[in-house]
């Protein structure tokens, strides 16, 4: 019965890092890094004066740098 929960176990902890891996690719991999704040929100603004509106930015939890988001946190 042990090997059933150790089975169970793994398959949890195999689909936890497949969707940690997955939310980091979404949410930094693919997306411009920015070193400041101040960088990002540049960015922002020129976006904005092209007609782009309603980007937010956040600092990333895995690279440390700032990205831009058309998602804002609530």
């Known amino acids: 019965m ?4 150790a ?3 793994e398959r949890r902890d195999a689909l936890d890092a497949e969707r ?3 939310w980091r690719y979404k949410s930094c991999e693919r997306k411009n890094r920015y070193d400041t704040r101040a960088e990002a929100e540049a960015v922002m603004a020129d ?3 092209r007609g ?4 937010a930015c956040y600092k ?3 690279c440390g740098g700032w ?8």
């Open 2 to 5: 042990s090997d059933l929960f």
């Open 7 to 9: 089975r169970e176990d």
């Open 20 to 22: 940690d891996e997955a």
């Open 47 to 49: 976006c904005e004066n």
């Open 52 to 55: 782009r509106r309603g980007l």
């Open 60 to 62: 990333c939890e895995y």
């Open 67 to 74: 990205h831009l988001t058309s998602h804002p946190w609530k």
